[in-house]
C-alpha cells in the first residue's frame, strides 16, 4: 500500500514538474507582448500625433493663403488707382501738347516721349495682371497636399519685382523728362523775341 501511494506521489510530482517549464513559457511571453490595453494606449498616442500634426499644416497652409490674398488685394487696388492717376497724367499730356502746338511750338520731342510713356504704362498693366493672376493659383494650390507651389510662388515673386521696377520707370520718365521738357516749351513761350535790326530802322523811320 506504501509502495502504491508513493508511486502516485512520483507521478503527480513529475506531471507537475513537466507542465512547469510551458507555465513559465507562456508567462514569459506574455509579459513580453503588449496587452491589448497598452496596444490600444500606443494606437490612440500615434492617432493624435497624427492628428495634430495635420492640424498645423491646416493651419501653415491657412496663414499663408491669407497673406497671399492680402497682397492679391494690395496689388488689385493699385492697379486700380495707378490706373486712374495714368488715365489723368496721358489726358493731361495729350491737352498741353494740343495747346503748345497750337501756339506754335515745336513739340516733336514731347510727343514721342508721350509715345513712350504710353507703352511703359500698357506693358506696366499687363504685367500687374499677369502677377496677380499668378498669385491667385499659388493660392488655391497652397494647400494641395500634392501641389509643390515654391516654382511658381518663385514665378509670382518675379513678376511683382518687374511690376515695381516698370512703376518707377513710369514715375522717373514722366517726372525727369515729360514735365522737364513741358516746363521748357512754356518758358520758350514766355520769352520775348530779340528785336532785329531790320525792326529797329523801321521803327526810327
Not at 4 to 33: K, M, N, W, Y
Not at 57 to 62: F, L, M
Not at 166 to 178: A, C, H, M
Amino acid at each position: 500500500m506504501k509502495k502504491l501511494v508513493g508511486l502516485v506521489f512520483l507521478l503527480f510530482l513529475f506531471a507537475l514538474i513537466g507542465h512547469t517549464p510551458q507555465v513559465s513559457a507562456e508567462t514569459r511571453q506574455d509579459r513580453q507582448s503588449p496587452r491589448p490595453a497598452e496596444r490600444s494606449l500606443e494606437k490612440n498616442t500615434n492617432k493624435d500625433t497624427s492628428v495634430k500634426k495635420t492640424q498645423a499644416n491646416a493651419e501653415k497652409c491657412q496663414m499663408i493663403a491669407e497673406r497671399l490674398e492680402y497682397v492679391v488685394s494690395k496689388y488689385e487696388a493699385n492697379q486700380q488707382r495707378h490706373q486712374t492717376i495714368y488715365q489723368q497724367m496721358k489726358s493731361r499730356i495729350q491737352s498741353i501738347i494740343t495747346k503748345l502746338k497750337a501756339q506754335g511750338q515745336n513739340v516733336t520731342e514731347l510727343e514721342a516721349d508721350a509715345k513712350e510713356l504710353d507703352a511703359k504704362i500698357a506693358q506696366l498693366q499687363t504685367e500687374t495682371s499677369a502677377a496677380i493672376t499668378q498669385l491667385r493659383e499659388v493660392k488655391t494650390k497652397v494647400c494641395d497636399s500634392k501641389g509643390d507651389v515654391k516654382d511658381e510662388l518663385k514665378a509670382a515673386r518675379e513678376k511683382l519685382q518687374n511690376v515695381q521696377k516698370n512703376t518707377q520707370d513710369v514715375r522717373q520718365l514722366y517726372q525727369k523728362e515729360i514735365k522737364k521738357e513741358v516746363q521748357g516749351l512754356k518758358n520758350e513761350r514766355h520769352t520775348p523775341k530779340p528785336v532785329t535790326s531790320s525792326s529797329t530802322t523801321h521803327s526810327n523811320q
